[in-house]
């Protein structure tokens, strides 16, 4: 259906915002196949156990600077 992915993205969103916490950026890139490979690794490895601890920055870019991309992960506060 479509818009799911959206409402389920909304909330863990409001899970969020209750929880004290920073985003913490781990990775950027400008190559989407990088970035893939990058999140296939964090989740071999273990790093992230919830995927809603994960969020995805695309900024805006042009033909002169190419779109990069962010991985960013959730760390609540008082955690190492």
């Known amino acids: 259906?479509?818009?799911?992915?959206?409402?389920?993205r909304e909330r863990a969103q409001r899970r969020l915002r209750d929880?004290?916490?920073?985003w913490e950026p781990l990775f950027s890139t400008r190559d989407q196949g990088e970035l893939k490979e990058y999140l296939r690794r964090?989740?071999?490895?273990?790093?992230v156990t919830d995927p809603e601890?994960?969020?995805i920055d695309m900024f805006c870019g042009r033909l002169t600077?190419?779109?990069p991309h962010r991985v960013s992960?959730?760390?609540p506060e008082g955690a190492a």
């Open 65 to 67: 600077h190419p779109t």
């Open 1 to 8: 259906m479509p818009g799911q992915r959206k409402q389920s």
């Open 73 to 75: 992960v959730f760390v």
């Open 53 to 55: 601890y994960v969020r």
């Open 19 to 22: 929880v004290p916490g920073r």
């Open 42 to 47: 964090l989740h071999a490895e273990g790093g």
